[in-house]
């Protein structure tokens, strides 16, 4: 009986003081401590008021970035779409088609083996056909369905992918394209018998032995080391283009020869 009575007598003191505050803030009276108190309250609203504005001004700042982002995004596809647009009036003499990469093994390991992109067999594309990017190069199509096709990339580990490759110096020399070096991310040149290859030498397609086209771009000579057995030289080449970020390609469906 003791413990509910001091329950009651609590409440009746906070109701008492509720209706004390309530009092003061509402009504005209001049009560001696009212205005503290009325000052105290409006603080809180104040404050309640700001936080509020706080909210909506940090809202509006994250959509304002997320806008600029998208613009930015939208500007860099627009840059690289007309880049892509420019090269396929470059090469309109190979029968050029655009296309776009429709999916890529996301596996570290097999990142760098192929692309699949959407056009196919009806699209009039064939298996060894050249693909490249607005920059050179990146590898030719090597499984064709009706309404897409995968590309081999160059920076591929499989050593029976080969091609036929020239190195544009004072005298042209041409070698095997095979092998990728995934540490420096260099394309490597094998088989070179010639020792007067330079740093800074352009390296293209040969267009001897197969059906791609001459003279494509596929990067420049960084160095050159004798193979194993110190027969022939290797030269080193950083590519042309972008192996690791591929969205828009182009397929060169003729060669000079056809």
């Known amino acids: 009986m003791r413990f509910l009575s001091f329950r009651f007598l609590l409440l009746i003191f906070f109701s008492a003081v509720l209706a004390v505050l309530l009092l003061y803030y509402f009504t005209g009276i001049k009560i001696p401590g009212k205005q503290p108190i009325l000052n105290v309250i409006d603080n809180v609203k104040d404050m309640s008021s700001i936080e509020n504005e706080n909210k909506v001004l940090k809202s509006k700042l994250q959509e304002q970035e997320s806008l600029s982002v998208q613009k930015v995004e939208l500007e860099k596809e627009n840059k690289n779409l007309q880049a892509v647009v420019d090269k396929t009036k470059e090469v309109e003499q ?12 996301s596996d570290t390991s097999s990142w760098y083996e ?22 050179g190069l990146i590898g030719k199509i090597t499984d064709v369905k009706p309404t897409c096709s995968e590309v081999k990339l160059l920076s591929s580990k499989d050593k029976r992918y080969r091609i036929s490759a020239s ?10 394209l095979n092998g990728y070096d995934s540490s420096n991310k260099y394309l490597m040149v094998r088989d070179i018998l010639n020792k ?43 590519p042309s283009a972008d192996f690791y970020d591929i969205n828009q390609v182009v397929v060169l469906r003729s060669t000079a020869h056809q």
């Open 94 to 105: 190979y029968d050029p088609l655009q296309a776009s990469v429709m999916y890529r093994n």
């Open 196 to 238: 007067n290859i330079k740093k800074g030498e352009k390296v293209v397609t040969s267009g001897l032995g197969e059906i791609l086209p001459p003279n494509l771009d596929i990067g420049t000579i960084v160095k050159v080391k004798p193979d194993p057995y110190g027969l022939t030289n290797i030269a080193y080449i950083k």
């Open 114 to 135: 192929t692309v699949v992109i959407d056009k196919g067999s009806q699209d009039k594309v064939q298996n060894n056909m050249a693909v490249i990017t607005k920059d």
């Open 167 to 176: 190195i544009k110096g004072k005298k042209n020399v041409n070698g095997i």
